[in-house]
């Protein structure tokens, strides 16, 4: 059963409904192109009304946009290998968001300016203390731009959210002056091998789900020549480094391997998810049989939301709720006010259960500096031994 949009990435009407997202808000379906192997949800909302700040583990996660910020170092490395940031280059931000690249990039590139163009009134005017920096507050899409004007252009995790990619990566190239340089950042595909994976990954906020291989061939497709590829350790996070150089008028070919294996990843995130989702009851367990003593959750994100919805852990077991970041949009979850790190000083928990996975050993540092004595359990051990338990 095919579709009659088309492939944003090869044009060919072989769009095939693959998956079908837990708890979307927005009714959409993954579809798979037999033709390019490119994942892309249908239907293709186009300026869907912005909803509040949610930290849900299902499809309607969204609105909270902070994790931008922890991109930006890898962004600037990879543009001071290739271009000299000493000079008065002129860069465009898509997707500014709070600013945090702007005020980075100015610290390497004190001669820049900058053009933000972010459409959330709520955290865009962030940028308006920034000397070099000129806000247009507004979408990508209706942002019109003179030809080969910029150096530079800077788009982090904004592509995937886009209903048109291909035609804004376009335009892209069109403002970039010859020789100008695409610093490109998406979430990857390759997160949908982790075993551990419970949070519903395809979110209503996204309608593409790229791999190393779609990404850059969009790119390319573009008009680009792709000078720095996704690193293959980040599973997170496709970073790429892209130079404007011709477009070509070829057809994109057939791509048989990258069809099986994003069909092979499709397969194995919904045999893990529906694995772990059923041993996160036994996870909720271990921790309610911890519970005579004073427990403390740090991080209050998707996989906490998880382990309430889906695991049945119990809020008032709990002593704190701890999230170095999330507290600031989102005060309270599950009925737990969620307090900055410093709390566990007060708390004196006896165990924390680390709910975090990029930032698992870092926390676990933390704590213990911060509770020494504390017994530390981390989400990932928890789900391993459940998963072990439930399948003997
Ligand atoms: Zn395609």
Redesign the pocket.
């Known amino acids: 059963m095919t579709t009659s949009e088309r492939?944003e990435?090869?044009h060919?009407a072989?769009l095939e409904p693959v998956y079908r997202a837990a708890g979307t808000a927005r009714d959409l379906t993954v579809h798979l192109?037999r033709?390019?192997g490119?994942l892309q949800s249908l239907p293709r909302i186009d300026r869907a009304p912005r909803r509040g700040a949610t930290a849900s583990g299902a499809a309607d996660w969204g609105n909270i946009r902070y994790g931008k910020g922890f991109r930006t170092a890898e962004a600037i490395a990879a543009l001071r290998r290739h271009a000299d940031l000493s000079t008065p280059v002129k860069l465009l931000d898509v997707g500014s968001n709070r600013g945090s690249f702007a005020r980075q990039f100015l610290t390497v590139a004190p001669n820049a300016s900058i053009l933000a163009v972010e459409p959330d009134k709520r955290v865009a005017h962030s940028v308006d203390e920034l000397a070099g920096v000129e806000l247009i507050c507004a979408r990508i899409e209706d942002v019109s731009l003179a030809d080969e004007s910029f150096d530079i252009v800077h788009s982090c995790h904004t592509i995937e959210h886009l209903a048109y990619p291909g035609r804004v990566l376009a335009e892209h190239w069109r403002v970039l002056k010859p020789g100008g340089l695409l610093v490109l950042d998406a979430p990857s595909t390759a997160l949908l091998e982790s075993e551990d994976v419970v949070e519903e990954w395809f979110i209503d906020k996204h309608l593409y789900h790229f791999s190393a291989r779609t990404l850059m061939r969009m790119v390319s497709v573009a008009g680009f020549e792709i000078i720095e590829t996704p690193a293959p350790g980040d599973r997170e996070n496709l970073l790429l480094l892209a130079v404007k150089t011709g477009l070509s008028a070829q057809a994109?070919a057939p791509d048989p391997r990258e069809v099986c294996e994003a069909e092979a990843r499709i397969t194995t995130y919904g045999r893990n998810r529906a694995a772990n989702l059923a041993a996160l009851t036994a996870v909720a367990t271990e921790i309610a049989r911890l519970s005579t003593g004073r427990i403390v959750i740090w991080g209050a994100g998707r996989l906490f939301d998880a382990l309430i919805t889906s695991g049945g852990l119990s809020p008032s077991l709990l002593a704190g709720l701890i999230d170095a970041h999330l507290g600031a949009y989102l005060p309270e979850r599950h009925g737990l006010a969620v307090q900055p790190p410093q709390a566990i000083g007060e708390i004196l928990p006896d165990v924390v259960v680390v709910m975090s996975r990029t930032f698992a050993d870092e926390i676990t540092r933390t704590v213990r500096q911060l509770a020494p004595n504390a017994q530390i359990l981390t989400y990932g051990e928890m789900i391993g031994r459940a998963r072990l338990q439930v399948a003997a």
């Open positions: 492939c990435l090869c060919q072989s192109c033709h390019c490119l994109l």
